[in-house]
């Protein structure tokens, strides 16, 4: 019997590194593909998928595993020893996934994995396929590591201001946390320096970012390491609204109470509102968590704070009593996007995660950020003195961000008149990454190039 005509142009394998802000870009970078004629494939680990119940009507899931199938990353004794088992397992069930795959109708015609994961180009390569690595962080974060893998810029930063072309002077804490606090998470550092290992050997370098928002890092980049920029990778109801049912992203590894969330915030005056949100990971000190609560309450703005379970005990019960429900609104995790997209929010009090970072530009909002590690204090950095579309707040001797630090950038943003620049600043980068991802734009050319290549060379 003759084989049934392949109705897509090539199958992709994506493989993101499991955490929320590394599957959102990725499974969303698979819808973008599927709508323009791949058949897209997102392995997620065996925990995450047991755990989770993903959503897509166009892309297909799979599983790989990280080694630690009854826990996740909790289950893990150190950073180190997670690392290295998602490695080894990694390896080993990518492998035997592509080769289940190669024996059936549609087998894979590219690995996209996350360049926190370069050992998959191995695997790939074993098959003979072409390996996309899939940069998570933006450009700038990206070059400051391609520096420091590089032995360009000498560890500890001794000689300040750092100096990297392309770039704005930065100060030490403008520079990622690893590099910032020298001796940090050495696995993390480890993780992300390598992003840069192999990378040469990969047919392809992605990174969700858009062309205008970093043209003169990116052409930078470009000369001595060719990337091309696919991003914002937000869903296309956000952006361009091409791609059929594109509202969410569809896997969240917590549970949220999104109708919630919408309904409180209708019933808000428009720009009335602060979303607090700091990402999937954070976990900040109590006497933090209590700044905040105090810092907001002397603002007077409605709020609306995600706060996950973990950290749920951290804030003053006072706070929480002498809080109305018409004032201020909890939830354990919220439809983000949806949020940042209602009239109500008039600013995104933030811990500048590349995700929350972009999401924010894409739609409009201005941000105060406090960013806690990773590339957040990159990010803020470019947030504030280059996109200029929020503020940062500064901490004390001790670490912390005290209340009347946090009242007063909220209301600068909110109400002052650096607040009016910084809302028009959002709006313009909020039109160039639609323009980025419509019909034409640089991501979109980028993507149908990416598409066509891989269709031609299978
Ligand atoms: N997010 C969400 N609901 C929340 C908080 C976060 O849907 O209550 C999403 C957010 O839209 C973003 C991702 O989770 O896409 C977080 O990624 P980010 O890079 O901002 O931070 P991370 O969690 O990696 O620290
Ligand atoms: C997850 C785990 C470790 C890191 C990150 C995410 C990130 O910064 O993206 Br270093």
């Not at 494939?41 to 599983?63: E, G, H």
């Not at 930065?170 to 998470?185: A, Q, T």
């Not at 370098?205 to 990778?233: A, C, H, Q, R, W």
């Amino acid at each position: 019997m003759e084989k049934e005509k392949r109705s897509y142009g090539a199958h992709v394998l994506a493989l993101p590194y499991p955490s929320q802000g590394h599957i959102n870009p990725m499974l969303h970078f698979c819808k973008r593909l599927v709508s323009k004629g791949l058949k897209a494939t997102l392995a997620i680990t065996t925990f995450i998928s047991n755990t989770m119940d993903p959503k897509s009507d166009s892309v297909q899931f799979d599983t790989v595993s990280d080694g630690y199938d009854e826990g996740g990353f909790m289950q893990a004794e150190s950073i180190q020893a997670y690392l290295e088992r998602l490695e080894v397992s990694g390896s080993q069930t990518l492998a035997e996934l592509i080769k289940r795959y190669q024996s059936s109708d549609h087998p894979i015609d590219c690995v996209v994995y996350d360049a926190f994961s370069p050992w998959a180009l191995k695997v790939t390569k074993q098959f003979g396929l072409p390996g996309a690595t899939f940069f998570t962080q933006p450009c700038c974060v990206n070059y400051i590591y391609y520096y420091a893998y590089h032995g360009f810029l000498k560890l500890p930063v001794s000689s300040l201001p750092v100096s990297i072309p392309g770039m704005p002077l930065l100060e030490l804490p403008d520079m990622p946390s690893f590099i910032y606090v020298h001796g940090s998470y050495p696995a993390y550092f480890e993780l992300v320096l390598n992003q840069f290992l192999d990378v040469e050997k990969a047919d392809y370098v992605l990174v969700n970012t858009f062309y205008k928002l970093e043209d003169k890092v990116v052409d930078t980049m470009s000369k001595v390491s060719p990337l091309i920029t696919i991003g914002p990778t937000i869903p296309s109801f956000y952006l361009d609204k091409r791609v059929e049912n594109d509202y969410e992203y569809g896997l969240n590894l917590f549970h949220s109470d999104g109708s919630n969330c919408t309904h409180w915030l209708s019933t808000k005056p428009k720009g009335s509102v602060v979303y607090i949100s700091f990402g999937s990971m954070a976990n900040l000190v109590q006497e933090q968590m209590e700044e905040i609560a105090w810092g907001l309450k002397g603002s007077n703005y409605n709020f609306l704070w995600v706060v996950r379970d973990s950290e749920g005990e951290k804030i003053p019960e006072k706070f929480i009593d002498e809080t109305t429900s018409e004032k201020g609104l909890f939830v354990k995790w919220s439809p983000q996007l949806e949020v940042l997209s209602s009239e109500a929010v008039g600013c995104f009090f933030s811990h500048c995660g590349w995700n929350s970072a972009i999401e924010a530009l894409s739609l409009g909002v201005p941000m105060v950020v406090m960013p806690q590690w990773t590339d957040q204090t990159t990010n803020a950095k470019f947030v504030q003195d280059v996109w200029k579309v929020g503020v940062r707040v500064r901490v004390d001797e001790k670490g912390i961000v005290g209340r009347e630090e946090i009242e007063g950038h909220v209301r600068e943003v909110m109400e002052g008149e650096r607040g009016k620049e910084m809302k028009k600043n959002a709006m313009k980068w909020r039109d160039l990454a639609k323009e980025a991802v419509s019909e034409g734009g640089t991501s979109d050319l980028n993507i149908n190039e990416f598409v066509s290549k891989l269709i031609n060379s299978k």
